[in-house]
């Protein structure tokens, strides 16, 4: 057994000296199996959408095949809500027969089927929930060659392109089971005990070269203090969700109401004009669905015929959400929705679910505000938040009745990748001005409360 674990783990070096690190979230006293982190790379392997998973599928493997061993060496004791999906799994037919059907479902090929070594992917929900127990207690660490910043989605990302997890992660028992899960982990994020990934090692550390090559400016742009421990913040959800110093990103002409900013630190994905009430969400384009993406309240039908521009964040973005007008707080509510689905369009889209974000507006946890302008023209007009995968824990932090003025702060992400839309009436003539940038997953961040676009009239 020794010692095929030392060529086990001589295979992993010598792959990642080949193709890139892959970064392992794991507890400061478990760093035996952590992979190298700054090694030579055979080519440059680009990050997919938003810098949330790699996009060389091998460096999730070798993540993968890692994250297996320390969760099978440590053995740690089952969480109670882990216990309680596997119950969930084991005593509902359907889902039973979901959790097994999305394993068997994969393709033949080996990128499917196994990890570099050889030994099977993961192709089972028994290692599913180890590898899932085992991350509840983890923080992220950053890293160069190929940041997992979704380690469950990357457990997943295969089987929920099968029809058996398309089934599976659109059923309310099991998303209410995913939520308990992702819960947990978000109070272990918000904990002290997160805050050990907090730290200056050059190539893991959040403050350390290679994370703030990719956060330039970092002190001067966010509220920290270098001098104290973890620079100041009390746990990893407190770094994600950090604040900007007084100036850094002032309101672009705050007195003029017909210019509508950023609502968050993103990059253009669509604009859409003449949308649906209804429309198939699901299809290859992503039409957008009004009923569906309120959740199924009346107030939709006030935006059909209108114009929505949806934007995504990436992991080391600001993740706060501000107003793109001023305005008042008429009404803002929370969805429960999915955590893990992906439009069946996209067919094993390895960059799950980034490439279905349209389609995840109808779906997933979301958040929506909706602003009574001071401008006639602009009216009535909704801030719509979507999570996507892990925590998506959309926190609204205004109410009904309060008046915000633009570039005010209305509420945050934690934790999980995130994408966002602004949703205008009909008759509303927003005339868009993204910087010369064409909307799409090749699309770079425009900084918060930056002028986006004008309303004619």
Not at 26 to 55: E, F
Not at 382 to 403: P, R, W, Y
Request: glycine letters at 6%.
């Amino acid at each position: 057994m020794a010692q095929r674990e030392a060529s086990r783990r001589d295979f992993l070096t010598s792959a990642a000296v080949a193709v890139g690190a892959a970064a392992l979230p794991m507890a400061p006293a478990a760093d035996a199996l952590a992979l190298p982190q700054a090694l030579p790379r055979r080519d440059v392997v680009p990050y997919r959408v938003g810098h949330w998973l790699p996009s060389d599928r091998r460096v999730l493997n070798l993540w993968l095949a890692a994250l297996k061993d320390e969760a099978r060496a440590q053995a740690k004791p089952v969480e109670p809500e882990v216990a309680a999906f596997r119950a969930l799994i084991e005593n509902d037919a359907d889902i039973y027969m979901y959790f097994h059907q999305m394993f068997e479902e994969l393709p033949s090929a080996p990128e499917f089927k196994t990890d570099p070594t050889g030994e099977p992917q993961v192709d089972n929900y028994e290692t599913m929930l180890l590898l899932i127990n085992h991350i509840l207690t983890t923080a992220p660490t950053y890293n160069e060659t190929g940041l997992v910043g979704f380690p469950i989605n990357a457990i997943l990302d295969w089987p929920m392109g099968t029809p058996g997890g398309f089934a599976a992660f659109l059923n309310d028992k099991v998303n209410l089971r995913l939520k308990k899960i992702l819960d947990k982990w978000s109070r272990f994020l918000a904990s002290p005990r997160s805050a050990y990934v907090l730290n200056e090692d050059p190539t893991t550390g959040w403050f350390g070269r290679d994370a703030l090559k990719k956060m330039p400016n970092f002190v001067e742009d966010y509220v920290c203090d270098p001098k104290a421990p973890h620079w100041g913040f009390t746990s990893w959800d407190d770094f994600f969700t950090r604040r900007f110093r007084d100036g850094r990103r002032p309101v672009a002409a705050p007195d003029d109401g017909s210019v509508i900013v950023n609502a968050c630190e993103s990059a253009p994905y669509k604009i859409a004009r003449d949308v649906k009430a209804m429309d198939r969400y699901w299809i290859k384009s992503q039409p957008y669905s009004l009923r569906h993406m309120f959740g199924d309240d009346p107030v939709h039908s006030e935006f059909v015929g209108g114009t929505i521009y949806q934007a995504f964040l990436s992991a080391t973005s600001y993740h706060r959400w501000h107003s793109p007008v001023s305005g008042t707080i008429v009404r803002a509510w929370t969805i429960d929705g999915s955590y893990y689905s992906e439009t069946p369009a996209a067919h094993f889209d390895p960059a799950a679910p980034n490439e279905s974000q349209g389609y995840i507006t109808e779906v997933a946890a979301r958040a929506v505000v909706l602003i009574e302008a001071d401008t006639p023209k602009i009216g009535l007009m909704a801030f719509l938040a979507i999570g996507m995968a892990e925590v998506s824990s959309c926190d609204v932090t205004v109410k009904a009745g309060q008046h915000v003025k633009k570039g005010d702060e209305i509420g945050t992400f934690h934790f999980g990748g995130s994408t966002h839309c602004l949703i205008f009436r009909p008759g509303v003539e927003v005339e868009f001005d993204l910087g010369g940038q064409t909307p799409g997953l090749d699309a770079k961040n425009i900084k918060i409360n930056t002028a986006i676009a004008r309303v004619k009239g």
